[in-house]
């Protein structure tokens, strides 16, 4: 699945479908940043925790709150 990074004004940056890579991206935004699907919010940076500190973690994450998503 697509899904799109935004920074922390809600701007969209970028569309991956890579998750890691995705994770990878948002967390440069910092705090307040999104990964999401159809503009529903599957990780929200500094709430939901760090990106940067494993892009696995977020990634598998992200899978998981897109499968309840879809």
Do not use: C, F, Q
């Amino acid at each position: 699945m697509k899904i799109t990074i935004h920074d922390p004004h809600g701007a969209k940056v970028a569309e991956v479908w890579d998750y890691a890579a995705g994770a990878l991206l948002m967390s440069l935004y910092g705090n307040g940043s999104t990964i999401r699907y159809k503009n529903r919010i599957l990780w929200l940076e500094g709430s939901d925790g760090e990106g940067a500190e494993s892009y696995d973690t977020t990634s598998m994450v992200v899978s998981k709150r897109l499968d309840l998503v879809i």
